[in-house]
């Protein structure tokens, strides 16, 4: 009782939120659901798999359900339990569990009461106050399995030592319930790990092993089997790229001197002043030496506690031979062997290489109980017992950790304005958060107005209405370029929130179209239109990511109009009345996927150091793999989708990568490549087995183009692409191979697909043509995206457009001023006093490329915004014609039934797209008249469901994981009754013989 007093007066400042509900928590994993019923928002968050908060699936907060769902039942059954509440009641349980693991592991080892009693307190504020301990509150689900490490390993221990059945079922629970998150489940199967190899060479018998292997791992699997499958799911696939420089950057303190003074946290929160205390620094160092000398005094004849302390010593010299990362030269080049064999993913789970210091105190821990307990004689026990105090109280009282306990990590008053957005914007409406771009920062984090000492969280950002998923490439874009109205409409947002509460923020994407009010620290707009998130969209455009292509139809008066599909579905083709010029990606995508190889270089190299390597990222962004970056750096702006397939990219001149792959069949070929032309391109050199080509990169338009490199005769097996950057900065996307028929076949369906289909070419004048003398102009606000090109006498705007379809066209260019268009050999002139739309056709276009040049007549400038050509069977048919259309089906009602179910009424003349505004996952399906539709994606973003039938019709819209999950949640919940009622059974059993 006494050392748990000490730890809970150390740890009080997590503990505040028990007696002010107000306190919350905004600082790393802490972080917390704020509002009036911010319990039940936690809830709500473990109970269903789609977070609709978040506007995705939360893998992270679904895995500690075992943990905090008991917890947050009191939410449902006391309205004022809030989440920091029960993150507090969390900490608290995890520490009074963790003193008594403490206090029964000093038990286990036979020494005099008397000696117990001063070792406990020691051994208890070692454990929980070392600073390795205290830094993983950052981590708060890393820090609650660190907290009962104790316990684990005495239920473990007592096992194997008495062979108690109940403390190998307790051992089981509590691997099941705190080993949930990977970090976790990893640290805790070290330790199991651990004890089996104690217990094959204290005890040899193989029931007694298998029983102690199996049964925790077959506990643990049905007990989280509802949680398991979203791993499952996803492919097991780590989900952020590994590359040598980020496992580089996260051990850059792992040098030696540094792990044995507790101080290798690769990004401490502190100022290094803290860190390089000299007299924290020699304390620690003596700790470790005292727990060392201890075990090295181990008489000979003390097998059991000598194999004991010997072990726990092999494994701290191994987890530290981890620890180091890449300062440790053999796993270095152990590292860069699996990275060149494709394998680095494999050192996921340790990329943050100062996490694996949580195993080490358990170890020492075991060392210094070992040792100390075979002090018999009690002036030697005193004397070492009171030198390992004053050493520890010094290095306590020296190091960071009361100061990351009291400042960093506790929790803080919210200003009112939060609580009062939380009661004001419901979560059925979206909130787009703007970040600004320029910050101060303190210690490497943005900080709050309001509070300097706290870093910055999306705790407000999850507390306040719900958003979109983050990782999307157009809600990306939306935060970097305004976005036309419609758009936010389409997406269910009604409000834009600027985090002008970020100390120093200035510099953020502007929406003046919205009606914008700054609150004493954040800046709120609001879209007026009343908005739903389900719609039916009058036309279908297929197009696939680029966000240009899309913003080229913003004057549109109506969001209905205006559907766009990253998935080109064969059933959604053959219903498309308009297709965009960009979906020939899309189709080229495709029929490498279905009938051909396709070739992911981003698998291929480990690396993310453009400058000297050929480098993974992602057009989303994904944490140590940018890309936007690098793009705005050269003033390069491109949203276009890599396909969720990664990209590679370097600048780096003769820098060169080899791309293996296999052919599962011998065939002619069409070679193909996914590149990135751009301004600052160059060139680059290819060579497929023996064959070899030289591409040119550089193009005044930055894209990604499918470019035909040749045909080539591929036989079946193993084949090799070597790639080498001659020139420039460059990208590659995706190779593929497609069997030269299967290609010809395929573009003939194609071709067959949109006889009947209108088909539309959008070129942005300032990105879609190439120019000469020319320059961007933003000064015209009803710009189609904001910007078009301002031309004087000697410009000349021109680019070649590949027609797929023999049609009659019609040419219409926004624009103002006196110019030329000439169409192949035809010319054309046209005169727009304003900014309007011209017109010119129909024109007779055959199938195949045709050049576009337009030129400015007059000395004053010319301004140009956008062309559309687009097939017609009509003189002058103008654009807004050929959207008109009857609306296909109207939305009568919808009821939300939660998170994850909707029940939606409509009235259908013809088959239509069904909208819903939630963030795109293949697994939200429909059932109509018992037929189950899936979902395909809308805009990239939201979630769009085909329904082919007519009348009053009622569609159900779940999630389908949810149906899942409640069966899942069955099996673990009976493991668990089960479990526990056998040790109340058994405890009961022992107390009735003792009576």
Known sequence: MISLSIVLIFFSPLLHPLLDNRLNFVYGDLTSFIGNNSGFERHRTLYYIFNQRAGEVRDDEIRIGPLFGGISMLSTLIPSVTDSQIASIVVLASIIIGCYGIFKLCNLFEMKEHYRALLIPCITIFYYLNLWSVERIVHLWIWYSYAIFPLYLYCGLTYILYRKITQLIIYSLLFAIYGIIPHQFIYMFVIHVFLIIHLILLDRNIKKLLLFISIPMTIYLFSNISLLFLLFRSGLEYPIPMSIDQLSFLSRNGDLINIFTFTNNWWPQLPTTLLKNPVFLLTSLLLFMFAFLTALFIPAAEKKHRALTLFSLLFIVGIIFFMQGVNNSILLNIIHFFGRMGYIDIFAPFREWGKLAVLVPIFLVVMLLSGLTLLKDKKRFVVTSFSFIVILIINIASSPSLVYINRVYSPTYMPQEYYDLYDKIPIEHKVLWLYPISTQSILGTDRYVWNHEKATSDVIERSIGSTHNKNFEYVKMLTKEEAPQYLLNALNIKYIIKRTDILGASNFTDYQYLSCNKLDYLTICENPYNLTPFYVPRNLILSDLDGKNFYAITFLPNASHITVTSDARKYTIERAKVVLSGFESVWLYETAKEKGVLITPFNSTYFHNPAKFWSKAATADRLHAPWHYYLEQRGMNN????????????????????????????????????????????????????????????????????KEIGTIDVGKGYHKITLRNLEGFNAINLFALIPKQEYEDAKIQLEQSLQDKRIIYILEAESDLYNQNSKISDKYEEASNGQMLELNETSKLSNTIEIIKTSDYIFAIRSMGHLTIKIDDREYKINSPQLNWNYIGSIGLERGKHTIELTNLAQSPANVDVIWFYNTQKENEPIENIFVDEDPAQVISYQKINPTKYVVKVNAIKPFLLSFAESYDPLWVTYVNGEKIQSIPLFGTINGFWINQQGLLEIIIEYEPQRWFYIGSIISVTTLIVCTTYLIYNWAKKNHSRT
């Open 639 to 706: 949203w276009q989708s890599d396909y969720n397939k990664g990209l590679i990219f370097t600048w780096a001149i003769n820098n060169t990568l080899e791309i293996p792959f296999t052919v599962e069949e011998t065939n002619k070929y069409i070679f193909l490549i996914r590149l990135f032309q751009n301004q600052y391109g160059g060139a680059i050199h290819v060579q497929l087995d023996d064959k070899d080509y030289i591409l040119n990169t550089a193009d005044q338009l930055n894209k990604f183009i499918w």
